[in-house]
């Protein structure tokens, strides 16, 4: 083969390797719409825990909304939620058991 058939056989390798390894380099990354379902998987799996810093891991650092609430006042929001509602929740059981463990209630009833 003459040299310009070698140069030009070596040119096009070059291309080729850098094209595949361009296309490689895209392929690897995900998708943001991916991104985005994972943070919300994730978001969702702290809050069945009741995690609190599992969900704010997900809100950033410079978040304020219109109500000049900033990250830190919405943690201690989350937080008192979880904890109002398991109280709420145990309070609302402990009442059930009661009514159904006394049977004086049920008999001496009149309307």
């Given at each position: ?11 096009a ?36 825990k ?25 943690r ?9 509602a ?20 049920s ?5």
């Amino acid at each position: 083969m003459k040299k310009r058939s070698w140069i030009a056989l070596a040119a096009a390798l070059l291309l080729f390797a850098a094209a595949g390894f361009l296309l490689l380099g895209q392929r690897a990354q995900p998708r943001p719409e991916t991104l985005i379902r994972a943070a919300l998987q994730e978001a969702e799996e702290a809050a069945r825990k009741r995690d609190t810093n599992g969900v704010m891991r997900l809100v950033s650092e410079d978040y304020k909304d219109a109500s000049n609430k900033d990250k830190e006042k919405r943690r201690m929001q989350l937080t008192r939620a979880y904890l109002l509602a398991r109280a709420g929740w145990s309070s609302m059981c402990r009442c059930a058991r009661r009514r159904s463990l006394s049977p004086r209630r049920s008999r001496t009833r009149r309307w």
